[in-house]
């Protein structure tokens, strides 16, 4: 069974940091790319970042360039979100999800998704 299990969500001031993991399992971990979502409410789920398993490359919307990071243990099947200078409009609930292949930022491709965890960011 594919799990994709999404924590470290939570209330921070504007200008804090947050870690978000998302835990793969029941799948090969090399075979997916794995990527964040997020979906604010009245908005649409929108493509955050995403790790491509075939060459390491990251990729970020713009608004999240210079802010997040993303990273993959391997040892542990775990992607990894660094949120750092975080702002309101980065309130959301945010979904990790798997993508077979390359990466991509368009929820259309989404192979399967994890469940959410909320960020909430004060200002």
């Known amino acids: 069974e594919v799990q994709l299990q999404a924590s470290g969500g939570g209330l921070v001031q504007a200008g804090g940091s947050l870690r978000l993991s998302c835990a793969a399992s029941?799948?090969?971990?090399?075979?997916?790319?794995i990527g964040w979502f997020r979906q604010a409410p009245g908005k649409e789920r929108e493509g955050v970042s995403c790790?491509?398993?075939?060459?390491?490359?990251?990729y970020y919307v713009d608004s999240v360039k210079g802010r997040f990071i993303i990273f993959r243990d391997n040892a542990k099947n775990t992607v990894y979100l660094q949120m750092n200078s975080l702002n309101p409009d980065d309130s959301a609930v945010y979904f990790c999800?798997?993508?077979?292949?390359?990466?991509?930022?368009?929820?259309?491709?989404?192979?399967?998704w994890g469940q959410g965890t909320q960020v909430t960011v004060s200002s």
């Open positions: 790790f491509s398993s075939s060459d390491g490359v990251t």
């Open positions: 999800a798997a993508v077979r292949g390359r990466c991509t930022l368009n929820r259309v491709f989404v192979n399967y």
């Open positions: 029941g799948f090969t971990f090399d075979d997916f790319s």
